[in-house]
């Protein structure tokens, strides 16, 4: 067997030993080691880590420096086939997770933007999406009327939508963009602290995820699953963390009746935001105003409500403002 050093057991055991007690004359090692110290110490003379005799060996900064030099090469030579090998198959085996079968990998920004556009815009039913951070948009954001959501006749597609942002991306101009224009569409919005991983569901019937989790060097492949069990379960995943988040939008019409002269929708909003954890700018460009109109609505609702802190302004809303 191999050890570590690339010089057998035995020669490991020797080097070790040399090193901890200094020069040992050969026939005490022999005595010492046992069978096979002899081999072993005569390749250890020859590949530089032992001279002399009594058998002495050297520093291991200058003795071991050519082994952990040839076992760098030959990791990076490893790397290199492993890379060459994954391509190879990625592409003679494309037959095989070709447009008709269950999974699909796609490793080209250019069919990965097709494939979210013709999830999200070709819905006829429902449209479910998670976004993460970092957001980087595939495709143009298509507002509305884009002709891009119509049919071949002319109407427009209005499927229910469901979009599970991070909290994160909301720090990002465009993906606030794409939200406002998620909202005009009429699609239902809620915040998550964290979510695993990028997510479209088109119809209950197919899906579009990363091919390797969060942090992996490799950011770009994607698996684009047709039906079976692989959707369920992303729709199970998806119902979990929909359950958990909190809305972006309120309901007025939660609120107790003698509320109303109090506070109106954006106040509502606001207190919704906080509940999600935005920040002030963040809430102010949400909601398309400005950072002193949302501070100022925010310390109205604290007298309103004769608290002085944001925790507790939350607490006396939940408690005497919403049913």
Request: with cysteine; charged share 25%.
């Amino acid at each position: 067997m191999r050890s570590g050093l690339g010089i057998g057991a035995i020669g490991e055991q020797l080097y070790r030993y040399l090193v901890e007690h200094g020069p040992t004359p050969t026939d005490e090692l022999e005595r010492i080691i046992g069978p096979g110290s002899d081999e072993a110490l005569a390749r250890m003379r020859d590949v530089g880590l032992v001279v002399g005799e009594p058998a002495t060996a050297r520093h291991p900064d200058y003795a071991l420096r050519p082994l952990v030099a040839n076992a760098e090469s030959a990791l990076t030579k490893l790397k290199t086939q492993a890379a060459e090998m994954r391509d190879m198959f990625d592409s003679t085996a494309a037959g095989m997770r070709g447009p008709n079968t269950p999974v699909e990998v796609l490793t080209s920004r250019q069919r990965i933007a097709a494939a979210f556009d013709d999830l999200s815009l070709g819905a006829n039913h429902e449209v479910l999406q998670f976004v993460t951070w970092p957001f980087v948009p595939l495709t143009t954001l298509h507002a509305p009327g884009d002709p891009a959501r119509r049919n071949p006749d002319g109407s427009v597609r209005q499927p229910r939508r469901r979009l599970l942002y991070e909290r994160a991306v909301l720090d990002s101009e465009v993906a606030v963009i794409g939200l406002h224009n998620a909202i005009r569409l009429g699609a239902d919005v809620r915040v998550a602290r964290e979510l695993p991983l990028k997510l479209i569901i088109s119809d209950r019937d197919r899906a579009l995820v990363p091919r390797f989790p969060r942090g992996f060097s490799d950011q770009a492949s994607t698996l684009l699953i047709r039906g079976g069990a692989l959707v369920e379960c992303m729709l199970v995943m998806f119902e979990h963390f929909w359950s958990e988040a909190t809305p972006l939008e309120a309901d007025y019409n939660g609120f107790e009746p003698e509320a109303a002269s109090e506070i109106d929708e954006q106040d509502m909003a606001i207190l919704q935001h906080i509940i999600a954890g935005q920040t002030d700018d963040s809430m102010a460009r949400l909601m398309g105003t400005s950072k002193s109109t949302i501070l100022r609505r925010v310390k109205r609702m604290r007298e309103l409500a004769g608290v002085e802190t944001r925790p507790a302004l939350i607490f006396h809303a939940a408690r005497n403002w919403m049913n």
